[in-house]
Nanobody, 127 residues
Framework: QVQLVESGGGLVQAGGSLRLSCAASGRTFIFNNYAMAWFRQAPGKEREFVAAISWSGGTAYYADSVKGRFTISRDNAENTVYLQMNSLKSEDTAVYYC??????????????????WGQGTQVTVSS
């Protein structure tokens, strides 16, 4: 059974920073066979794509709304993906979900056909 466990969410003031982590585990789960991504869902809104990173970490893709403020990275030795969020805005308030997509291609857009989802972590930005 594959588990994606997010951590690092919380309450932060506008303009502040947070770093989310997502630890992947599973007896048959080979982390570097997967592109990893972050999505978010605000109250009353649909889940939306935030950022994705290829299996090697060599390519990344961001939603326009976070480009230049958020950075996705991964540590394949630790089976962990990160999302560094700077210059946070109130509109970044949402539940953030980690996602895994089995592919070894480059990342050039939001991944489709997600194989695994995490349970989510709340990020609240106060203005």
């Amino acid at each position: 059974q594959v588990q994606l466990v997010e951590s690092g969410g919380g309450l932060v003031q506008a303009g502040g920073s947070l770093r989310l982590s997502c630890a992947a585990s599973g007896r048959t789960f080979i982390f570097n066979n997967y592109a990893m991504a972050w999505f978010r869902q605000a109250p009353g809104k649909e889940r939306e794509f935030v950022a994705a990173i290829s299996w090697s970490g060599g390519t990344a893709y961001y939603a326009d709304s976070v480009k230049g403020r958020f950075t996705i990275s991964r540590d394949n030795a630790e089976n962990t993906v990160y999302l560094q969020m700077n210059s946070l805005k109130s509109e970044d308030t949402a539940v953030y979900y980690c996602a895994a997509k089995r592919t070894r291609t480059v990342v050039n857009g939001p991944p489709r056909g997600i194989d695994y989802w995490g349970q989510g972590t709340q990020v609240t930005v106060s203005s």
